[in-house]
């Protein structure tokens, strides 16, 4: 792999451990994946920052590196709400550990932003082709597909390692050559919000890690995208997918795709089969939202379905710091009815919903994740389903 002298000068330690270690990084995964150089990178997305994924010995590997990120740079989400962990029941030793590791990651210069939906923050922008290092599987597949910039699936050392020099190693999903869908995918149905949750979880394990061209009646919104995005990259290993028509790659009248040797179609009894999870799957003690995190329009629809309403089951909805302390009023208008507006974490990375046994959820992700990653049955609702089940309608 190609280096510039300066990039040399880092990797023989003359501007540090902590820069040598993270160019030491990026340089040995340019080397495993064929890459020609380092590129320049916008942004940083860094993952591994719960507490009850990382443990002891991450908190400990993050504290030990010195310096400072050169690159915007956030946090996925975290083990708890980092201002009103109580609430939630987290226990106080949790705590303490987990605002150890955001102090950590805070001495390198990364803000305690902790979300998986860092492109609705205020100076995070991204751009079609922008090279992004960025760690949690949902923010990924929509960078890559609702947005069109350009990010490998970084593991938290590789994305950390990103940050601090500013640049990644050119290989995979930043070379146009890898972007190219090779799975085609009719939905010859119209489909709604969480509809597209449920589409993305049963096309994600019809796909594996292929990239898939989505033919669709359908024009899904961005939070659509968000949803879809998401249940792929959890029920499968999808990092990129193009929607035709939709997509900014397939609109780019640069790009030419050839139609996918691959080919299957999504019937409607297939994501009713989803559905069904709510008649049959068990009757939900929680209800939670906001996988991945809540944008301004979903708190809005929130706060208007909650209005003159009292839940009658805990009922979390999920939501980045940075839009909830814009809208502090819509958060009112939410709390108003019992729900609770949770920010920095959500219903999988945090052991706050441990102790329930089943788990409404409106998330292909959270759908697939809840019954391994926090132990209960999980069960899919649309966002209005969600609701009269948290009120007890
Ligand atoms: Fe985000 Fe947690 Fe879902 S990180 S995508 S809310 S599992």
């Known amino acids: 792999m190609y280096l510039t002298k300066e990039e040399e000068k880092t990797l023989r330690g003359d501007n540090g451990d902590t820069l040598k270690k993270a160019i030491e990084i990026l340089v040995a995964l340019g080397d495993i994946y064929g890459a020609d150089a380092l590129i320049p990178i916008k942004s940083a997305q860094v993952s591994g920052v719960s507490y009850k994924t990382i443990g002891d010995a991450g908190l400990e590997w993050i504290s030990d590196l010195k310096g400072k990120v050169t690159v915007p740079t956030v946090l996925n989400p975290a083990g708890m709400d980092l201002q009103n962990w109580e609430r939630l029941g987290i226990d106080s030793n949790f705590a303490s550990k987990q605002l150890k590791i955001i102090q950590a990651f805070g001495s390198l210069g990364i803000a305690p932003q902790c979300t998986c939906t860092p492109y ?37 050392p590789s994305a950390l390692a990103a940050a ?3 640049k990644t190693a050119n290989y995979g999903y930043h070379k146009a050559e890898n972007r190219i869908p090779n799975f085609e995918i009719a939905v010859n149905f119209d489909l709604s919000g969480s509809d597209y949750g449920a589409l993305g979880f049963v096309a994600g394990k019809k796909v594996g890690n292929k990239i898939p061209l989505f033919q669709m009646k359908s024009k899904p919104t961005h939070d659509e995208m968000k949803m879809l995005g998401a249940a792929m990259a959890a029920s499968g290993a999808v990092a990129l997918y193009h929607i035709d028509g939709v997509t900014p790659e397939t609109l780019d009248k640069d790009i ?19 559905y069904e999870s709510a008649e049959t799957g068990g009757k939900p003690d929680i209800v939670t939202v906001g996988c991945p ?7 809005e629809k929130i706060a208007k379905l909650t209005e003159g309403k ?12 940075d839009l909830a302390s814009q809208n502090k009023d819509l958060v009112k208008r939410i709390e108003k009815s019992g729900a609770k507006v949770v920010c920095d974490t959500c219903m999988v990375v945090s052991p706050a919903g441990d102790k329930f046994s089943c788990m409404m959820v409106n998330s292909g992700k959270a759908y697939a994740y809840v019954p391994g990653m926090c132990g209960m049955k999980s069960v899919y609702g649309n966002l209005e389903r969600c609701v009269r089940e948290a009120v007890g309608e």
């Open 293 to 299: 995190h809540c944008s301004l329009e979903e708190l």
């Open 310 to 321: 009292t839940v009658v089951k805990e009922f979390w909805v999920f939501t980045s710091r």
């Open 256 to 274: 030419v795709f050839e139609r996918p040797a691959e080919r299957a179609a999504i019937e409607k009894s297939q994501i009713d089969a989803v």
């Open 120 to 156: 609705y923050l205020n100076g995070f922008n991204v751009s079609y082709k922008d090279h992004l290092s960025w760690g949690e599987s949902s923010a990924i597949s929509f960078a890559n597909s609702a947005l069109g910039a350009r990010t490998n699936r970084e593991g938290g």
């Open 164 to 166: 601090l020099v500013g």
